[in-house]
Nanobody, 123 residues
């Protein structure tokens, strides 16, 4: 299984921004599609967006459109989730996941997962 590590989570005030890196260890991230998911307490894990290996970003969650984007830095073997204009309802554990063949909002598609990083939006 591939090793992915998320970081960059923390406490941020409403309206603030965070950037979450997802770094691969032991393999090259470039040929993989990277999905971002989140799970709030008491809720199911939901797909947020996917950064494809070709560079496209597909948003799956209407509430984050226009606020969340993703980018890649292949030299650093890292994909980023940029979160702007954060709201309290964005509070969740955020996960990245990798799949060689496709992007999907379904968690079942992805083979490898990071451990997650907590994002808390509160004043």
């Amino acid at each position: 299984q591939l090793q992915l590590v998320e970081s960059g989570g923390g406490l941020v005030q409403p309206g603030g921004s965070l950037r979450l890196p997802c770094t691969a260890f032991g393999f090259t991230l470039e040929p993989y599609n990277i999905g971002w998911f989140r799970q709030a307490p008491g809720k199911e894990r939901e797909g947020v967006l996917c950064r494809s290996r070709s560079g496209d970003t597909t948003n799956y969650e209407n509430s984050v459109k226009g606020r969340f984007t993703s980018s890649r830095d292949n030299a650093k073997n890292t994909v980023y989730l940029q979160m702007n204009s954060l709201k309290p309802e964005d509070t969740a554990v955020y996960f990245c996941a990798a799949d060689r063949f496709s992007c999907s909002r379904s968690a079942a598609v992805y083979d490898s997962w990071g451990q997650g990083t907590q994002v808390t939006v509160s004043s």
